[in-house]
């Protein structure tokens, strides 16, 4: 018995590209809108935390002042490292952390620090001014990585609701041609 073959069936599918092509152009608009905005966050944390750096080496110099905060800033850094607020080294959860997991380590941070009584055993008022900047700077900069994360997630559910009635059409076309 011979084998008959399928003639395939051809359909001409016009997908309006012109309208998805201003879509994209908008949202790639957009996207650098915001790449923008954040190299200009970095810019203007980087020189806050160079003026941090500034103050806290004044307040740690025992030459400056005849009395310095150095201990208790060497200890508030140790717990700062010790809370992983940003990022881990440690073996098990290494890697960078989500704005969620980082607030939990900052507040974590900030009751391990008011526990100590650090901040009220600084011996210069300055060293309360420096950290309150400090405190200030992980603020920001947590605020700006939920910030990321949800720009994320907008993109990619824009991309998806916008691909998913192309995925359909393409989906379509190529099961009528089976």
């Not at 359909?11 to 201003?22: G, K, N, R, S, W």
């Not at 970095?42 to 110099?61: P, Y």
């Amino acid at each position: 018995m011979p084998i008959k073959h399928r003639s395939p069936i051809i359909q001409q599918i016009e997908v309006p590209l012109t309208f998805d092509a201003e879509f994209f152009e908008i949202l790639r608009g957009d996207v650098t809108i915001l790449d923008s905005l954040q190299a200009e966050e970095q810019k203007v944390m980087t020189e806050e935390i160079k003026s941090l750096g500034k103050e806290v080496a004044k307040v740690t110099d025992p030459s400056k002042h005849g009395k310095c905060d150095l201990e208790r800033w060497r200890e508030l850094f140790d717990i700062y490292i010790q809370a992983g607020i940003f990022f881990s080294t440690n073996e098990l959860d290494h890697g960078t952390r989500n704005s969620t997991v980082a607030l939990k380590q900052l507040q974590w941070f900030q009751a391990e620090v008011m526990k100590r009584g650090l901040v009220k055993s600084f011996k210069i008022p300055a060293s309360r001014e420096a950290f309150n900047m400090f405190t200030s700077l992980n603020l920001t900069l947590l605020r700006n990585i939920k910030f990321q994360e949800i720009n994320q997630l907008a993109i990619s559910k824009i991309l998806k609701s916008k691909l998913t009635p192309l995925k359909k059409v393409f989906t379509a076309y190529f099961l009528d041609r089976v």
